[in-house]
């Protein structure tokens, strides 16, 4: 875990690390915060315009996400394969991001990138390595407190 504390306190005589009142904070990969600030910045210059099919689709999507007779972490494995299958990328990050929060393994995701590989055919490849790339960045985000 990574704590952050002022070096004017860490430099106190005396003083442990253990004892010292540390931020929580979020180590996250440039690729991963790159892709968030983006996401985030367009998202509210979209519905910043205040179009009402727009807003109705977002929410349509937000909704289809949610518990119900599927779980939400099976939900975003289907939106991952769906979107590796279709080959968006944007998409792809933003469900490999959601499988991370929901806890999924290393090995899971691999099943997930086989499955989107068997039904997308050899055009997925390419999606497949970025969605990989992706995996590794978030697996290096991490939470201290």
Known sequence: MFM?????????????L???????????????????DYRTRMNEVILGQDNLVIKRLWNLDTNTY???????QTKEML?????????CDD???????????????????YEIFAVANIVGG???????RRAAEYWQALQQTTSAG
Do not use: D, W
């Open 122 to 128: 050899t055009i997925v490849v390419p999606h497949t």
């Open 79 to 87: 939106g991952l394969v769906a979107s590796m299958v279709l080959r």
């Open 4 to 16: 952050a504390c002022t070096l004017a306190k860490v430099g106190q005589i005396g003083v442990s």
């Open 91 to 109: 998409c792809i990050k933003y469900h490999l991001g959601k499988c991370y929060e929901q806890g999924l393994t290393t090995e899971q995701v």
């Open 18 to 36: 253990k004892s010292l009142p540390c931020k929580k904070i979020r180590i996250m990969s440039a690729l991963v915060q790159e892709f968030n």
């Open 66 to 72: 949610a518990p119900g007779a599927l779980s939400t």
